[in-house]
Structures are given as C-alpha cells and as structure tokens.
C-alpha cells in the first residue's frame, strides 16, 4: 500500500501563489504516475495535473500556464506550483498515485483545502 500525505494549501488572494506538496511512502516502487486532482463544492473530483515517474507531465486545460507540477523521486515527493491563483482555483485539492498498470488514482491522500479570495 501507499501513504500519501500533502502539505501546503491555505488561503490566498487572486492573483497570488501557492504551493503543494505531498510526499509518499509504503510500497512507493509501485507508483508510476503522481498526481493533484481537485474537488469543489457540489463538482466531482477532477484532475489537475499529473506527472509520470520519467516526468511527463499532463495538465487540465484550465490550469496550464499557471500550475506547474514536478516531482523528486528521491524524495518520493510530488509538488504543484499554482501561480496567478483564481476564485475558480477554490477547491480541496488531493494528492494521487497510480501504478502501471492502473487507468485511475488507486492512493489518495487526505485533502488540502485552497481558497482564492480576497
């Protein structure tokens, strides 16, 4: 199994940055794909971004150009840069991990609460 816990997250003000990061442990070989997905009030989850262990990267169209996301496989940490932060971006956001063979997220962390307001 994998443990996955975030860090980051709070309130903010349009326009500002946020950071997010989130680090994994257990049975970490098993992890190809980390991801940030995001849920607001009454929306279903939706991913924001995600990037493999080789660090191809995947973006939601609404966030490219403003949400970076990276990861240090040594440190088995996974982070997202949110740049020019917007009301919309309110949302509990998750940390997510997948394995190779897996089509959908099969770890999650516990949710981080960012809020865009002024």
């Known amino acids: 199994q994998v443990q996955l816990v975030e860090s980051g997250g709070g309130l903010v003000q349009p326009g500002g940055s946020l950071g997010l990061s989130c680090a994994a442990s257990?049975?970490?070989?098993?992890?190809?794909?980390m991801g940030w997905y995001r849920q607001a009030a009454g929306k279903q989850r939706a991913l924001v971004a995600d990037?493999?262990?080789?660090?191809?990267?995947n973006y939601a169209d609404s966030v490219k150009g403003r949400f970076t996301i990276s990861r240090d496989n040594s440190k088995n940490t996974v982070y997202l840069q949110m740049n020019s932060l917007k009301p919309e971006d309110t949302a509990v956001y998750y940390c997510?991990?997948?394995?190779?063979?897996?089509?959908?997220?099969?770890?999650w962390g516990q949710g981080t609460q960012v809020t865009v307001s002024e």
């Open positions: 990037i493999t262990r080789g660090g191809i990267t």
């Open positions: 257990g049975s970490i070989f098993s992890i190809y794909v």
């Open positions: 997510s991990a997948r394995g190779l063979g897996n089509s959908a997220p099969n770890s």
